[in-house]
C-alpha cells in the first residue's frame, strides 16, 4: 500500500476542516470540523503506523487516546454550546462573540462604563 493514498485524503479532510472552523459561524459545525480534522489526524498515524510497521504500534495508540479526548471534548464543547443557547437562544458564533447580557441597553451601559473609566 502506497502512503500518498492515506495522506492526501488526511490532507483534504483536515482542509475541509479548517475551512469548517474558519467559515462557519453555527457553533456545531465548528464543532464537527474539529472533529473531522481530528479524524485525519487520526487516518494519518494509523497509515504511517502501518507503513513503518512498527512494532509496538504506537499509532494506532496513540490514535486511541485522540479518539478519546475527542469524545470527552465533544461531550463538554456540547455541553456547553445547550447552556449558551439555554441563555441566548441561539448558538449562531456571531451573536454568542459578546460576554454581556443580550439587551437594548448593552450599547448605553459600555458608553457609560468607558465615559466613567475616561473621567478617573
Same mark, same amino acid.
Given at each position: 500500500? #502506497?502512503?500518498?493514498?492515506?495522506?492526501?485524503?488526511?490532507?483534504?479532510?483536515?482542509?475541509?476542516? !479548517?475551512?469548517? /472552523?474558519?467559515?462557519?459561524?453555527?457553533?456545531?459545525? /465548528?464543532?464537527?470540523?474539529?472533529? $473531522?480534522?481530528?479524524?485525519? /489526524?487520526? $487516518?494519518?498515524? !494509523?497509515?504511517?503506523?502501518?507503513?513503518?510497521?512498527?512494532?509496538? #504500534?504506537?499509532?494506532?495508540?496513540?490514535?486511541?487516546?485522540?479518539? /478519546?479526548?475527542?469524545?470527552?471534548?465533544? &461531550? !463538554? &464543547?456540547?455541553?456547553?454550546? $445547550?447552556?449558551?443557547?439555554?441563555?441566548?437562544?441561539?448558538?449562531?458564533?456571531?451573536?454568542?462573540?459578546?460576554? +454581556?447580557?443580550?439587551?437594548?441597553?448593552?450599547? +448605553?451601559?459600555?458608553?457609560?462604563?468607558?465615559?466613567?473609566?475616561?473621567?478617573?
Amino acid at each position: 500500500m #502506497h502512503i500518498v493514498y492515506p495522506a492526501v485524503l488526511a490532507a483534504l479532510l483536515f482542509s475541509i476542516g !479548517v475551512y469548517g /472552523v474558519l467559515a462557519r459561524r453555527n457553533t456545531i459545525l /465548528v464543532l464537527m470540523s474539529v472533529e $473531522l480534522m481530528l479524524n485525519a /489526524v487520526n $487516518l494519518n498515524l !494509523v497509515a504511517f503506523d502501518v507503513w513503518l510497521r512498527d512494532a509496538l #504500534h504506537g499509532g494506532q495508540v496513540l490514535t486511541l487516546f485522540v479518539i /478519546v479526548i475527542a469524545a470527552a471534548e465533544l &461531550g !463538554v &464543547g456540547l455541553a456547553i454550546v $445547550l447552556a449558551v443557547f439555554r441563555n441566548r437562544r441561539t448558538v449562531a458564533l456571531d451573536q454568542v462573540r459578546d460576554l +454581556a447580557e443580550p439587551g437594548p441597553d448593552r450599547e +448605553a451601559g459600555a458608553e457609560a462604563a468607558h465615559a466613567r473609566d475616561g473621567a478617573s
